[in-house]
């Protein structure tokens, strides 16, 4: 059973910092693609980024490319998305996601969600 528990999140003031991560577990191959999307209040989920896990290739919404930075590390099985300069726009809850297979996530061929975490910049 695939689970995806993010953490990190928080209140921040505007022009600050956070990271967030996503510990994995019961993803059974090493060919899969982990992501963040969010999602504000009254607004569609949007994809943020992704990595893939076998070549750690990366692919971001171009808006946030420069202030957010998606990485992982293998040994702890955990996804990380540091963000910076961080606006009140980007206030959302932010959801770890995955899929197996090579191709870039996308909000319907995400096949395992996390529950999301609370990201709220103060203006």
């Known amino acids: 059973q695939v689970q995806l528990v993010e953490s990190g999140g928080g209140l921040v003031q505007a022009g600050g910092s956070l990271r967030l991560s996503c510990a994995a577990s019961g993803l059974s191959s090493s060919s899969y693609v982990m992501g963040w999307f969010r999602q504000a209040p009254g607004k569609e989920r949007e994809f943020v980024a992704d990595?893939?896990?076998?070549?750690?290739?990366?692919y971001y919404k171009d808006s946030l490319k420069g202030r957010f930075t998606i990485s992982r590390e293998d040994a702890k099985n955990t996804m990380y998305l540091q963000m910076n300069s961080l606006k009140f726009e980007d206030t959302a809850v932010y959801y770890c996601?995955?899929?197996?297979?090579?191709?870039?996530?996308?909000?319907?061929?995400?096949?395992?969600w996390g529950k999301g975490t609370l990201v709220t910049v103060s203006s």
């Open positions: 996601a995955a899929r197996y297979g090579p191709s870039h996530l996308s909000s319907g061929t995400v096949a395992f």
């Open positions: 990595i893939y896990w076998s070549g750690a290739s990366t």
